[in-house]
């Protein structure tokens, strides 16, 4: 008999763990689901701009990141959405002209709002550069822009710099042949390519948009400046041979020549190697005949170093400061006094009389690259948002558009800047010209359309009354933004 109870005791010992375990896993089911239940919310639809660079966006919640967004990468949000405690929102984004959906992190982006007072900064400027220097100015208010009319035709121009434009690639829709024509990996770039790089609207970004920077000496960049810029390069310490810091050098001959001194700085990193294990050999030093020459900038090295050490024996840079203040001195005369004066109009040569004769660099990449270090400069030093003035050229007989090459394979084709560019006046208008005053104010119902698209306020076009409060005749203007531009005017009368 003991044994028998033995047994019962034993199933219900089995029972009761069955139990328990079902009971645990509901418990924790229902804690899952209050954890990682997604709460979504529909909002009227609102833009907004990326505050960072390399801000993940999410085909889906719970995947990987689809692209890296560059800094100030405008998105038009559809809803909000709660989910494993953190708040994302539900945006869809133009990619090479296909609308797509997605999702990003709340905190990564900057809800835009459009700037009335704003407005009159841009009226010398074409309406296609207009959204992307709004988007702009929503991210920095200190910047300031101008124009460069340059007179020249933009075809023609881009068909003029592929004789001194190359690029370290060779796939076919990015060079113009594959015969390698500098080093290892050179190549001409195709006129397309060119077409790319040539047009400043699509540099107007805020991760690019600092290569039209007017570079003179800027007051609140000093010494702290120069210090942090260096920290993490191989140009951090002393001098050896003067027994000076280069952040002091660099600060030195920023004063000196009256040009701007992280532009410099940052010219120095990227023609130095100053980032990576070694530094170039300008940088090294070269010794020749028992005295050892530099070239930081690599002044005159044309077809390699050598030619830069032979620049260098020339000007007797025997030491790095010598190297530091004759390479800014070079630049200063040649280009930043001689109205090249930012890193786009140092690659190409708006104001001379034959174009490519006088760039500063042949790699057609080369601002986009050395922006970069700008970049990375301005926000180590916490001075990316102080007063800064961009210089914007201008071309005669723009294109509507111009993509990328390569086909939905380069980032900036999510941009919703030049996707239609098409003006107000060709759509449909409609609102009532005559309404009634109504809680102090009187305003029409406006309607635009697109063929059977529906214009959206504030996403495409943005409306300013004028004498809305009160009876008798008001007016409103209507501006076309992102992939509508020019503006509407219309009267109508408050009863």
Same mark, same amino acid.
Request: hydrophobic share 35%; charged share 20%; with cysteine.
């Given at each position: 008999?003991?044994?028998?109870?033995?047994?019962?005791?034993?199933?219900?010992?089995?029972?009761?763990?069955?139990?328990?375990?079902?009971?645990?896993?509901?418990?924790?089911?229902?804690?899952?689901?209050?954890?990682?239940?997604?709460?979504?919310?529909?909002?009227?639809?609102?833009?907004?701009?990326?505050?960072?660079?390399?801000?993940?966006?999410?085909?889906?919640?719970?995947?990987?990141?689809?692209?890296?967004?560059?800094?100030?990468?405008?998105?038009?949000?559809?809803?909000?959405?709660?989910?494993?405690?953190?708040?994302?929102?539900?945006?869809?984004?133009?990619?090479?002209?296909?609308?797509?959906?997605?999702?990003?992190?709340?905190?990564?982006?900057?809800?835009?709002?459009?700037?009335?007072?704003?407005?009159?900064?841009?009226?010398?400027?074409?309406?296609?550069?207009?959204?992307?220097?709004?988007?702009?100015?929503?991210?920095?208010?200190?910047?300031?822009?101008?124009?460069?009319?340059?007179? !020249?035709?933009?075809?023609?121009?881009? @068909? $003029?710099? /592929? &004789?001194?434009?190359? =690029?370290?690639? *060779?796939?076919?829709?990015?060079?113009?042949?594959?015969?390698?024509?500098?080093?290892?990996?050179?190549?001409?770039?195709?006129?397309?390519?060119?077409?790319?790089?040539?047009?400043?609207?699509?540099?107007?970004?805020?991760?690019?948009?600092?290569?039209?920077?007017?570079?003179?000496?800027?007051?609140?960049?000093? !010494?702290?400046?120069?210090?942090?810029? @260096? $920290?993490? /390069? &191989?140009?951090?310490? =002393?001098?050896? *041979?003067?027994?000076?810091?280069?952040?002091?050098?660099?600060?030195?001959?920023?004063?000196?020549?009256?040009?701007?001194?992280?532009?410099?700085?940052?010219?120095?990193?990227?023609?130095?190697?100053?980032?990576?294990?070694?530094?170039?050999?300008?940088?090294?030093?070269?010794?020749?005949?028992?005295?050892?020459?530099?070239?930081?900038?690599?002044?005159?090295?044309?077809?390699?170093?050598?030619?830069? =050490?032979?620049?260098?024996?020339?000007?007797?840079?025997?030491?790095?400061?010598?190297?530091?203040?004759?390479?800014?001195?070079?630049?200063?005369?040649?280009?930043?006094?001689?109205?090249?004066?930012?890193?786009?109009?140092?690659?190409?040569?708006?104001?001379?009389?034959?174009?490519?004769?006088?760039?500063?660099?042949?790699?057609?990449?080369?601002?986009?690259?050395?922006?970069?270090?700008?970049?990375?400069?301005?926000?180590?030093?916490?001075?990316?948002?102080?007063?800064?003035?961009?210089?914007?050229?201008?071309?005669?007989?723009?294109?509507?558009?111009?993509?990328?090459?390569?086909?939905?394979?380069?980032?900036?084709?999510?941009?919703?800047?030049?996707?239609?560019?098409?003006?107000?006046?060709?759509?449909?208008?409609?609102?009532?010209?005559?309404?009634?005053?109504?809680?102090?104010?009187?305003?029409?119902?406006?309607?635009?359309?697109?063929?059977?698209?529906?214009?959206?306020?504030?996403?495409?076009?943005?409306?300013?009354?004028?004498?809305?409060?009160?009876?008798?005749?008001?007016?409103?203007?209507?501006?076309?933004?992102?992939?509508?531009?020019?503006?509407?005017?219309?009267?109508?009368?408050?009863?």
């Amino acid at each position: 008999m003991a044994k028998r109870r033995k047994r019962v005791s034993k199933k219900r010992r089995q029972v009761r763990k069955r139990f328990l375990l079902a009971f645990l896993a509901a418990i924790i089911a229902s804690s899952a689901y209050l954890v990682l239940r997604k709460k979504e919310t529909s909002v009227n639809h609102y833009i907004v701009l990326t505050k960072e660079g390399s801000v993940p966006l999410y085909q889906d919640l719970g995947h990987q990141t689809s692209y890296k967004l560059e800094r100030g990468t405008p998105l038009i949000v559809e809803k909000e959405v709660r989910s494993l405690n953190r708040n994302y929102l539900g945006v869809r984004y133009d990619m090479d002209g296909i609308i797509s959906h997605g999702y990003v992190y709340a905190s990564d982006v900057l809800r835009y709002h459009f700037d009335e007072s704003f407005e009159t900064s841009l009226a010398a400027f074409p309406d296609s550069y207009r959204q992307p220097i709004r988007y702009l100015h929503a991210l920095y208010p200190s910047w300031t822009y101008s124009l460069i009319k340059t007179q !020249l035709d933009f075809n023609q121009a881009a @068909l $003029s710099y /592929t &004789n001194k434009a190359l =690029i370290p690639a *060779s796939h076919p829709e990015l060079v113009r042949s594959q015969n390698v024509v500098e080093g290892k990996n050179w190549h001409y770039a195709s006129v397309d390519t060119v077409r790319y790089y040539l047009d400043p609207r699509l540099h107007l970004n805020g991760g690019q948009a600092l290569m039209f920077e007017k570079l003179s000496y800027n007051p609140q960049e000093d !010494l702290r400046v120069a210090k942090e810029i @260096l $920290s993490d /390069t &191989n140009m951090k310490g =002393i001098d050896e *041979s003067t027994h000076k810091s280069y952040a002091e050098i660099f600060v030195d001959v920023a004063k000196k020549y009256n040009i701007s001194l992280s532009n410099i700085l940052s010219r120095a990193i990227q023609e130095a190697g100053g980032t990576s294990p070694t530094l170039s050999k300008g940088a090294q030093g070269v010794s020749v005949n028992g005295k050892t020459y530099y070239n930081i900038f690599n002044i005159g090295a044309n077809t390699g170093y050598q030619d830069g =050490i032979a620049y260098a024996i020339k000007m007797n840079w025997d030491n790095r400061e010598k190297a530091i203040d004759g390479g800014v001195a070079y630049l200063a005369s040649h280009y930043t006094q001689n109205k090249q004066d930012s890193l786009y109009l140092q690659r190409f040569d708006l104001y001379s009389k034959h174009l490519g004769t006088h760039s500063y660099m042949t790699n057609i990449l080369a601002p986009v690259d050395e922006v970069k270090h700008i970049l990375k400069g301005y926000l180590k030093t916490n001075t990316l948002s102080i007063k800064r003035h961009l210089e914007i050229p201008i071309f005669l007989n723009m294109p509507t558009q111009v993509r990328y090459p390569l086909r939905g394979q380069h980032l900036q084709n999510i941009n919703t800047n030049l996707q239609k560019n098409k003006p107000l006046s060709t759509l449909s208008l409609s609102y009532k010209q005559d309404v009634d005053l109504e809680d102090g104010m009187g305003q029409p119902h406006i309607q635009l359309t697109d063929g059977s698209y529906q214009l959206e306020e504030d996403i495409d076009y943005h409306i300013s009354y004028m004498h809305q409060h009160q009876r008798g005749q008001a007016s409103f203007v209507i501006t076309g933004m992102n992939g509508y531009c020019g503006t509407i005017r219309k009267n109508y009368m408050i009863h």
